[in-house]
């Protein structure tokens, strides 16, 4: 799938740029539509990409396609709107960004069916990242990000389930003799 979208030049810029984020950065179709041109972090040889805390350097095609996309925003309510559009993937309604629903169609059109395919790319990346690392480029808890490190088998399962364990222990006690207990 990579493949093709990466070769396949009469696909729409948008719905390439769409699928390669899903299945190259795990991004669900809600995030990746929540994408802004302020995302965006380009110094004009390197893009890189807001999806979690620290941003995610983007590789070439890819990178070009993002270029692309800020550069000539496509939308049906482009031509309504007098600025540029905030959003990397705007609507059909001006001033808003397009819907997870018309996403997941486009890219459903394509052949990628985006809950198993996020999940695959999840699993992959889990098992190649350290967790830190996975949920600080993706935006995920450490715990979560942990949790998928463990499922997919990768090596610091263990080194991040004790992080998650260090971390929650440390919190402060609160009255009630408990972290957890409410004030």
Request: proline share 10%; aromatic share 4%.
């Amino acid at each position: 799938m990579v493949q093709q979208l990466i070769h396949e030049p009469d696909l729409a810029v948008r719905d390439r740029t769409t699928g390669l984020l899903l299945l190259l950065f795990a991004q669900p179709p809600s995030r990746i539509c929540a994408l802004t041109r302020d995302d965006v972090l380009d110094d004009g040889t390197t893009l890189r990409l807001h999806l979690g805390t620290h941003p995610v350097e983007i590789p070439p095609p890819l990178d070009h396609m993002i270029r692309e996309l800020v550069r000539h925003p496509v939308s049906k309510a482009h031509c309504l709107e007098p600025d540029p559009s905030r959003w990397l993937f705007p609507g059909s309604r001006a001033g808003r960004p397009m819907e997870p629903v018309s996403m997941s169609r486009r890219l459903k059109a394509l052949g990628i069916r985006p809950r198993p395919t996020r999940i695959a790319s999840l699993m992959v990346l889990a098992a190649a990242l350290p967790a830190i690392v996975f949920s600080r480029l993706l935006g995920f808890s450490e715990r979560t990000a942990a949790n998928w490190t463990a499922q997919s088998g990768g090596e610091d399962a263990s080194y991040a389930a004790h992080r998650t364990h260090r971390a929650a222990a440390a919190q402060p006690m609160r009255r009630g003799g408990s972290a957890d207990s409410a004030p």
